[in-house]
């Protein structure tokens, strides 16, 4: 007697739909290697639960809002021998999430700061904690939007409890007026709570020429330096690389 036409809505009903896709598969192996009923059912709902995880990590990225799929897998740490790869690699460890601490990323353009900082979002996903990926200018433009619709503490409040902020482009333009203020507020409500990693092309010491508000500026750097990673790289532009290349074909 076969027993799927039954065990298929059963499943449905249970939202265990999901063995469907390896049923068949398992039951041909449980036979062959002669597995026991317990061992065919932990094998099931093994697969089950690395279907869900895979499920689970795939929403979290996508609600990331990375530019594309950058991860250490595919970062050519060769191209730039001066990056100091395992101190990179440690962070990718996501210890500094657990520790709350800021990883800041400087360096000329190309050189790879946007690719660190979302492959450490990428890490961070897969260890299952919530990332968003954003530039200075879209973080300050939702908050300037949240205020024109009267749900900026909502707004604000959502940032600061993000496991982990990453924002690219730290200092490419000036804040504009109010917009210090508000990055302020961001890292004073995450100081300490959640991790932000910041990439900028800027030298630490210049970082302060984004604020208009210098004492607000200083206050706001001294939280986001507090017991912060510091990554900084050098060299040549991966951009440069590949449009030489593209240059030669």
């Known amino acids: 007697m076969n027993p799927m036409p039954s065990l298929e809505p059963a499943l449905k009903q249970l939202r265990l739909s999901g063995i469907l896709d390896s049923m068949e598969v398992r039951n041909k192996q449980a036979i062959e290697d002669k597995l026991s009923h317990v061992e065919f ?42 990056i100091n790869k395992a101190q990179v690699l440690d962070l990718a460890t996501c210890r500094f999430i657990e520790e709350k601490a800021p990883v800041l990323i400087v360096g000329p353009c190309g050189t790879g700061k946007s690719h660190i900082a979302q492959a450490l979002g990428h890490a961070g996903a897969r260890k299952g904690y919530e990332v968003l990926f954003t530039s200075v200018g879209k973080l300050m433009g939702m908050l300037q939007a949240a205020k024109a619709t009267n749900s900026y503490e909502r707004k604000l409040a959502t940032l600061a409890k993000t496991d982990l902020l990453i924002i690219d482009d730290f200092g490419l333009k000036p804040f ?28 630490f010491p210049e970082w302060g020429e984004a604020f208009n508000n210098k004492l607000l500026g200083a206050a706001t750097l001294d939280r986001i330096g507090h017991g912060a990673y510091k990554v900084v790289l050098e060299g040549r532009s991966f951009r440069s690389s590949r449009e030489e290349a593209m240059l030669k074909n």
């Open 176 to 203: 504009k007026t109010s917009e210090d203020e508000d990055f302020h507020e961001l890292i004073a409500e995450r100081y300490e709570r959640c991790p932000t990693v910041i990439t900028s092309n800027l030298d």
């Open 41 to 82: 059912l932990a094998m099931l709902i093994q697969d089950e639960v690395a279907r869900r995880e895979q499920k689970k990590f795939s929403l979290r990225v996508r609600r990331a809002g990375f530019r594309s799929e950058k991860t250490f897998e595919i970062f050519d740490f060769g191209y730039n021998p001066s």
